[in-house]
């Protein structure tokens, strides 16, 4: 089969590749779309440590199973299909309570570190055990599809946030899970809701997308700004989708006492946190990884058009224009979102 492989650091090529073999309780899904998560952007360099080449990477993906396994129950060749990123185990403490995002034996798709090499969907070809799928609803096609697990973060940044109705609310970073989260807050019922970041077209796609005002994070004042629209209180509730020490700092200036922040970005493996802020206004921080359970839920979002990803959509691309869709989206110089390839 036909694979983008990641043959060294910065060095990603179109190569012939074995085609998986499926266990008894896999199978073999034809890839019809997958996306370029900015993971796997900055995973290309070395830098995180969880791209090690060679790879095939990629895990936002929708497709058709072709084959199945000899223990497979429930699904057929010809279902079409999308499938959780983490490859949980389902039988140790994090997954017997309901919280698979936190298996002591997690892989994730198209990533290889020191403890595993997990190959991903850039391919004809990934294999995928069973108890990860989830049908497609009728009508959703593929390349939206394929933004489910983009989605299913930002649904659970939201689901880890313990929303009132009506809560104001601010979004730290207008970059793919941002403004997937923007949406997501509208979805369960916040009142008004607030965008910053530093890229315009970003924050004009923040707009479009519904958030009632946005800032420019280096030419305004952010969090004077949401203490003029708060009545000098702060919003309840801010979720910060980048991950660097400024951001993160905007996001607790920008609470009101007693308030909550959700962390989902982490673009930086540490950062400084005003711990007196916190700690004197008493804030509630929630760390939010991956997704748990919320795929249905983002399906049905997208089926029915309450969700709108076709404006993050930048691209769809041939498999073989993957190297330089990655070369552009590396390189940062053009205000692209998500591109989808299709082997």
Known sequence: ?????????????????????????????????????GSDVHGMDGSTGRRRPPIVMGHEAAGE???????????????????????????????????????????????????????????????????????????????????????????????????RLDDDALVVGAGMIGLLTLQALRAAGCGRIFVTDLVPARLDLARQLGADEVFQADRADVPAEILKRTNGRGVDVAIEAVGLTPTVQTAVACVRKGGQLTLVGNFSPKVDLPLQAVVTRELTLHG??????????????????????????????????????????YEGKEPLMKVILVP
């Not at 403890?115 to 096609?141: C, K, M, N, S, T």
């Not at 249905?296 to 691209?315: E, H, Q």
Request: with cysteine; charged share 25%; glycine share 8%.
């Open 1 to 37: 089969m036909k694979a983008l492989v990641l043959t060294d650091y910065h060095d990603l090529e179109i190569q012939d590749f074995p085609e998986p073999k499926i266990g008894p309780e896999e199978v073999l899904v034809a890839v019809k779309a997958c996306g370029i998560c």
């Open 65 to 163: 199973i072709v084959r199945v396994g000899s223990g497979v129950r429930d699904w057929a060749v010809g279902d079409r299909v999308t499938f959780d990123s983490t490859v949980y185990c389902g039988r140790c403490a994090p997954c017997r309570s309901g919280r698979v995002n936190l298996c002591d034996h997690r892989r994730v798709l198209g990533v290889s570190c020191e403890e595993y090499r997990q190959h991903g969907a850039f391919a004809e070809f990934v294999a995928v055990p069973q108890h990860i799928l989830y049908r497609l609803p009728d009508g959703l096609d593929f390349h939206r599809a394929a933004m489910v697990e983009a989605l299913s973060i930002a649904v659970h940044a939201v689901a880890r946030t313990q929303l």
């Open 288 to 329: 939010s990884c991956a997704s748990c359970g919320e795929y249905p839920a983002c399906l049905n979002l997208l089926a029915r058009g309450a969700i709108r990803v076709d404006p993050l959509i930048s691209a769809v691309a041939p498999l073989e224009e993957g190297p330089r869709w990655f070369k552009r989206l």
